[in-house]
């Protein structure tokens, strides 16, 4: 559609993005077949996060994750740094547990404490498929015995993290080493720092990516933009949009919204299913998230 058309009685211009404004006539609003959300290296591409969320609240804990499991999300990231989080996960976990990777986290400024998180992870998930140092505490001293504990089997892979642009470079210099296999790091439209070096970066060194903070912790959710937008593309609510735009870049392997709703996980699941966003829709995105 080369421009609005004109109107009698004073009606205005058509100002919305162009891309709002292509309409193909005559299509079928039909509702789309089931997909299977897409798999990258972690698995399936949207997960869960458990910072803020269920804390030590076990029965809320077993909706949410049960929720998540059932939409398709394998991928549960938690830390002893989320109060009870570690705890609530690991016992709605007993009867699922093959079904999921645990992603959790040593938070420890000594090695004896690292040590201790580490033996309570193993009580409440048996083994962690991704052991994350959190927020590069101490992870020169940690990373030697983690390593011999991937070694001997109780951990499949190894992670660095940190959600602060001012600590990009000591995260690279840690990505640098080759010795981790994932990083976790913020991404969405308001924090995008992480484009400039480290998802580069770990693009170069074959380093999985999971990102933290995709709905910018709700402070993205707070204006959503009109329905035509959502239809425009291809969803049915914001949150599914911004976790659209992350995994749109093929750089990153998993998502990992938090929430306390059953409801919402499901709908954040939904986000996992192709197609991606092209560049004009992630800046449709990065417009109404401005």
Known sequence: ???????????????????????VRGRACRPRPPRLMEQRR??????????????GDVETAREVVGAALDAGC??????????????????VLELRRAELEVATKIWARSVEEGREQYARQLEWFGRVEIEQIH???????????????????????????????????????ALRTGRFDV????????????????????AELGVAVIVMRP?????LLRRPPPAEVLEEL??????QALLKWALSDQ???????????????????????????????RRLVERFAA
């Not at 990992?256 to 197609?275: L, Y």
């Open 1 to 23: 559609m080369r421009g609005a058309a004109a109107f009698p009685h004073g009606a205005r211009r058509d100002r919305r993005p162009a891309l709002l404004r292509r309409r």
């Open 42 to 55: 972690l698995g399936p591409v949207v997960g869960l996060g458990t910072w803020n969320t269920f804390g």
């Open 74 to 91: 394998r991928v549960f990231d938690s830390s002893p740094m989320y109060g009870g989080a570690e705890r609530s996960l690991g016992a």
């Open 135 to 173: 927020n590069l505490q101490s992870w020169e001293a940690h990373l030697p015995w983690l390593e011999r504990e991937r070694d001997e089997g109780r951990i499949d892979r190894l992670g660095v993290t940190h959600y602060a642009a001012s600590m990009f470079g000591e995260l690279a210099r």
């Open 183 to 202: 990083v976790q790091l913020p991404l969405n439209p308001q924090e995008r720092e992480s484009e400039r070096e480290l998802l580069p970066l770990a």
């Open 215 to 219: 709905l910018g912790e709700g402070s």
């Open 234 to 239: 291809g969803v049915e609510t914001w949150p």
């Open 251 to 281: 750089r990153v392997d998993a998502a990992i919204p938090a929430t306390t709703s059953p409801e919402h996980a499901r709908a954040n699941a939904a986000a996992g299913e192709s197609p991606w966003f092209d560049a004009e829709q």
